[in-house]
């Protein structure tokens, strides 16, 4: 109980810190909740021997999520742009494929660090992409679709609740959209399929 306690309390102050560093890229000033966490990890593949890719995994708070809901820790493979996160990541999943880098990289990332690793059942992203342009946030919707097996999920939350089309992700179909509630701030989950 204690443990979890002071593991929260590190993931957050960390989370402030590198918010006021770079609140762009951070994207959030604390960790995801676990109804949240739990949301994103409902839509895991079904197969148990297909890799996932998250990507923004930060302290972990939806990877905990995901192994949770049966992911093998060594079916994960998550991009970190962070260096102090990806540590963390690294001590707390040492049998996952975590990877210090930039997501919109995933195509040499992949290639140099997992190379047995062509395709994936699922990317869960947490990346905080309205923060992004949106012709850099479609180059990186393609970059999922390729890496998607057929009939593969994209997963992404957004604090926007809106529900706007969203054309940066027009070459994948909408399946899903929802809003958690049970966050601060409450986030909507979109899921998309190849
Ligand atoms: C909103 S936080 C989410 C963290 C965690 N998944 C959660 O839900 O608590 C977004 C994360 O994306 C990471 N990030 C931002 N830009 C990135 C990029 N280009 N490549 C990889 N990670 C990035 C940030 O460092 C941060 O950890």
């Known amino acids: 109980m204690a443990k979890r306690f002071l593991a929260a ?3 957050t102050t960390l989370f402030v810190q590198e918010w006021l560093c770079n609140p762009q890229r951070t994207g959030a000033v604390a ?3 676990p109804k949240l966490a ?3 990890a409902h839509w895991l593949p079904s197969d148990p021997e297909s890799f996932v890719l998250e990507l923004g995994p930060g302290t972990g708070a939806v990877t905990t999520a995901l192994l949770k809901r049966g992911l093998r820790e060594d079916r994960l493979v998550a991009i970190e742009r962070n260096p102090k996160m990806a540590a963390v990541l690294h001590e707390r999943f040492p049998r996952a494929h975590i990877i210090t880098g930039d997501a919109w990289q995933m195509d040499t990332l992949l290639r140099e660090h997992a190379e047995e690793i062509h395709s994936v059942g699922a990317v869960i992203s947490s990346l905080p992409l309205m923060n992004f342009p949106s012709a850099q946030a479609a180059a990186l919707a393609h970059k999922i679709g390729d890496v998607l097996k057929p009939e593969g999920k994209f997963v992404q939350y957004s604090y926007h609740l809106g529900r706007p ?3 940066r992700i027009d ?3 909408p ?11 409450p986030a909507r989950v979109s ?3 190849k």
Request: proline share 7%; charged share 10%.
């Open 31 to 33: 960790p995801s909740s």
């Open 9 to 11: 309390l590190h993931d």
């Open 175 to 185: 399946i899903a959209s929802n809003i958690v509630w049970l966050n601060f701030p």
């Open 38 to 40: 739990a949301a994103m």
């Open 191 to 193: 899921v998309y399929q």
């Open 171 to 173: 070459h994948l179909h």
């Open 165 to 167: 089309a969203d054309r």
